[in-house]
């Protein structure tokens, strides 16, 4: 069985509520592919899920180092930027949002992350700000098509904030 399709039955075997069993699984991979991005992202999210941020941040900065690509990058960003935020760290998951977002400019979970990160940051109207990007970048309706010039002005004015501003018409 190769290496990818070991991790991917390791996970599709796991119980988010019970990580160990996850954790226990992976650390013989870890062992034998120390160096593997995969492996260390992998690892880096069962200890996240597990409840144990601090150690999940080594192994995901270890991922990145290692030279994670494509969706795996992505998602890592993800992860990696949130667990930064649950950790208190919110220069460096804005950081880390910052950067994945120019990389992955068609990705709405990064955005809406990020925003997460801005709110709890104490930024809530640049929050919003960015979710109001969010849906005028990512949603598809005729309702929202309609609207887009007022919520990108919205989100604008929120932006602005700083006691002078006016809200803009609808």
């Known amino acids: 069985m190769t290496l ?44 996240d899920t597990a409840g144990k941020e601090e150690t999940a941040l080594g192994f995901y900065e270890n991922a990145l180092a290692a030279g ?5 990058l992505r998602r890592c960003y993800v992860q990696y930027g949130s667990t930064l935020r649950n950790v208190g760290q919110y220069a460096k998951s804005s950081a880390v949002f910052a950067t994945a977002r120019t990389e992955f400019p068609g990705s709405p979970s990064l955005g809406v992350f990020e ?6 940051a ?25 609207y887009k010039s007022a919520i990108s002005g919205n989100a604008a004015y929120l932006r602005s904030l700083d006691g002078r501003g006016t809200p803009p018409c609808s």
């Open 68 to 72: 994670l690509k494509g969706d795996l």
């Open 122 to 146: 104490g930024r809530p109207d640049e929050a919003i700000a960015s979710l109001l990007d969010v849906v005028v970048d990512f949603v598809r309706s005729p309702d929202i098509d309609r």
């Open 115 to 120: 925003a997460i990160t801005l709110h709890a």
């Open 4 to 47: 990818d399709k070991e991790l991917d039955r390791i996970f599709a075997a796991r119980d988010r509520a019970n990580m160990q069993p996850t954790i226990d699984a992976l650390l013989p991979l870890l062992a034998s592919n120390p160096g593997n991005a995969r492996v260390l992202y992998e690892v880096g999210g069962a200890y």
